[in-house]
């Protein structure tokens, strides 16, 4: 026996968990003084993980981004598993590999997140080591699987085209936003700093993820159980 879960319930579900968890989490911030109110996506104010070392808002922020951060991994699944359908030709090892480093990165995110130094109990470099993992895996994964979906379609599996770039404008824009975060994060006194950088990283990982949403409308999860006892 099984249930089966549509993969939009999944991506919207976990993607609107994680955007509201963060939201709230800094309105809270804002609210008790913790953190300034400003656009952190441009000033860059506060950090994210900043709007959660304090209570009230680290009850939402850390149990909320520890489950959404493990609830991630289902959206890669999702992703990997709408290519692989869609695109038999990129159902390959090297696909599976990147799938496995990204989920590793999702769970090293949500234990990141519960060793977040809330009113400075723990140390900082567990959660920086972490959240690290994760931004590192998932950022290459999106580079990776961006590449597939320009080259999928050609005769010429090893070409890329502009022609296949054009069918998934919005995942293509998103893969070069992140390669100027990267940019900006590696110029000294960039017109961004680092905070600013960590909260455009996080939109524009979660944007790409979302993206996906009309192309997974045929595919579900199936979630199986044993009744026999």
Not at 34 to 62: D, E
Not at 196 to 212: D, G, H, K, P, Y
């Amino acid at each position: 026996m099984g249930i089966r879960i549509h993969a939009k319930f999944v991506l919207s579900g976990v993607l609107s968990w994680v955007i509201f968890t963060i939201a709230l989490s800094y309105i809270l911030s804002v609210s008790t003084g913790y953190s300034p109110r400003c656009n952190p996506f441009i000033s860059g104010c506060t950090s994210i993980s900043a709007t959660g070392t304090h209570y009230p808002a680290a009850y939402f922020y850390t149990y909320g981004l520890v489950a959404g951060s493990a609830f991630l991994s289902l959206v890669w699944m999702v992703i990997v598993s709408w290519l692989i359908k869609s695109q038999k030709s990129v159902a390959s090892k090297t696909l599976q590999t990147y799938l496995f480093f990204a989920v590793i990165g999702c769970f090293s995110l949500a234990f990141g997140e519960a060793f977040l130094p809330v009113e400075k109990h723990t140390k900082q470099i567990v959660h920086v080591l972490f959240t690290s993992i994760f931004f590192i895996t998932n950022v290459m994964t999106i580079f990776y699987v961006t590449n597939l979906l320009c080259r999928s379609d050609s005769d010429h599996h090893n070409k890329l085209t502009f022609e296949k770039a054009k069918k998934y404008p919005f995942q293509v824009i998103c893969a070069c936003l992140l390669i100027l975060m990267i940019i900006f994060y590696l110029i000294p006194n960039s017109i961004l700093n680092d905070n600013a950088i960590e909260w455009n990283t996080v939109l524009i990982v979660i944007l790409w993820m979302a993206s996906f949403y009309n192309n997974v409308d045929e595919l579900y999860l199936t979630v199986c159980y044993d009744t026999k006892r």
